[in-house]
């Protein structure tokens, strides 16, 4: 048991038998009234985010995830399955719990980070930083601007970035998949 003092970004908590993870929280202390812990909560499982008030010092059941390495194998369509590393075990998830941001940058052979609640995979992470081929792009011309500019550049996954203008096709990149963001060459 933990109390709203314990309260961190990242904190899994179990209430009335769902996992939720605290997005953010802030402890409000009004001039009239007890304090109280306003809180954004994600479900872990569905993704939905919701607003939360607990009172000041109340108790609250928190929940230790284990993180365990899976590697992505292949899509069938609706499930994504993943091999875990430690028993070998092919783990289907349904692409709506991964998200359609963290599937864009999914390719196989990926090594990704399981969340284990009662020994079982429940969801998967992708690494924040991914090396991925850039499949599409327009050439770049180099003088065109006086500032570095960017282009729009498909990569092998599917997804679209903004690139500077000397990326070209065939080049291998680093992708901050949480921002959608260039790097650098891999």
């Known amino acids: 048991m933990a109390s709203t003092a314990d309260f961190r970004n990242g904190m899994v908590l179990d209430i009335d038998g769902v996992l939720w993870t605290i997005v953010y ?7 009239k009234g007890g304090a109280f812990v306003r809180s954004k909560l994600k479900n872990v499982l569905t993704g939905q985010v919701v607003e939360k008030t607990f009172r000041a010092g109340e108790k609250v059941t928190d929940v230790r995830l284990e993180r365990r390495p899976v590697n992505f194998s292949y899509s069938d369509g609706q499930f994504y399955h993943f091999m875990d590393q430690q028993t070998f075990e092919m783990i289907p998830i349904d692409g709506e719990l991964i998200g359609e941001d963290q599937l864009r940058y999914l390719k196989e052979n990926m090594e990704c980070e399981g969340l284990v609640h009662a ?38 996954t599917g997804a679209v970035i903004q690139v500077p203008l000397f990326i070209e096709e065939g080049d291998r990149i680093r992708v901050d998949r949480r921002e959608d963001k260039y790097l650098e060459r891999a």
Do not use: N, Y
């Not at 929280?25 to 001039?31: S, T």
């Open 119 to 156: 020994g079982k995979v429940i969801s998967v992470e992708l690494p924040a930083f991914v090396e991925l081929e850039v499949a599409e792009t327009d050439p770049g011309v180099r003088g065109d601007t006086a500032q570095g500019g960017t282009k729009p550049a498909t990569l092998e």
């Open 25 to 31: 929280f802030q402890h409000v202390k009004p001039g």
